[in-house]
T-cell receptor
Framework: GENVEQHPSTLSVQEGDSAVIKCTYS??????FPWYKQELGKRPQLIID?????GEKKDQRIAVTLNKTAKHFSLHITETQPEDSAVYFC???????????FGKGTTLSVSS | NAGVMQNPRHLVRRRGQEARLRCSPM?????VYWYRQLPEEGLKFMVY????????ESGMPKERFSAEFPKEGPSILRIQQVVRGDSAAYFC?????????????FGNGTRLTVT
């Protein structure tokens, strides 16, 4: 079945550094790749998404890149701040477009 | 505009009891998804419903679990004869259009504890 692998599982950076989280997916039919941020005890919130017809998308300090040939996509956060500390999940849609398949998450800790 | 509303936020059940989790989608949204999150795990898809229809239930356990989204009222995820392994956070999400490519809006989840 469809699978999304995410790494690293934990990431610690100093405030102001960059953070990169990488994901690979198995279903070549996937064409939608969102990223969610979940703070402790709260709901997952969409922070950025990318579709297969583009290779990169940027929104202020957050960017996502997609390599369809290699079936991987990455989240880049620049100039990290303590409030960026959270669990980040990548996801890919299934072939039918009825479900998002999530990675297991990356716990990002930004220390000041 | 209220977001996705889930209740209860916390639910404690003893083994063998039934759990009912409710989800009211955002106003104007007619597509509902249920996900389960175990500690230290990602979100696992369970079921996708539209009003009065189950579209994809490939992630639902074959026994004890059922879901509905009636014409009127919230979507319900029902777990019969709960076991300790059912303890998890259950999240509902909604979208205004068919398919997951329209952004999903998640509720705050129901944390089920089975004692």
């Amino acid at each position: 079945g469809e699978n999304v692998e995410q790494h690293p599982s934990t990431l610690s950076v100093q405030e102001g550094d960059s953070a990169v989280i990488k994901c690979t997916y198995s279903d070549s039919a996937s064409n939608y790749f969102p990223w969610y941020k979940q703070e402790l005890g709260k709901r997952p919130q969409l922070i950025i998404d990318i579709r297969s017809n583009v290779g990169e998308k940027k929104d202020q300090r957050i960017a996502v890149t997609l390599n369809k040939t290699a079936k991987h996509f990455s989240l880049h956060i620049t100039e990290t701040q303590p409030e960026d500390s959270a669990v980040y999940f990548c996801a890919a849609n299934n072939q039918a477009g009825t479900a998002l398949i999530f990675g297991k998450g990356t716990t990002l800790s930004v220390s000041s | 505009n209220a977001g996705v509303m889930q209740n209860p936020r916390h639910l404690v059940r003893r083994r063998g009891q039934e759990a009912r989790l409710r989800c009211s989608p955002m106003k104007g949204h007619s597509h509902v998804y249920w996900y389960r999150q175990l500690p230290e795990e990602g979100l696992k898809f369970m079921v996708y419903l539209q009003k009065e229809n189950i579209i994809d239930e490939s992630g639902m356990p074959k026994e004890r679990f059922s879901a509905e989204f009636p014409k009127e009222g919230p979507s319900i995820l029902r777990i019969q004869q709960v076991v300790r392994g059912d303890s998890a956070a259950y999240f509902c999400a909604s979208s205004p259009e068919q398919g997951v490519e329209s952004p999903l809006h998640f509720g705050n989840g129901t944390r089920l504890t089975v004692t």
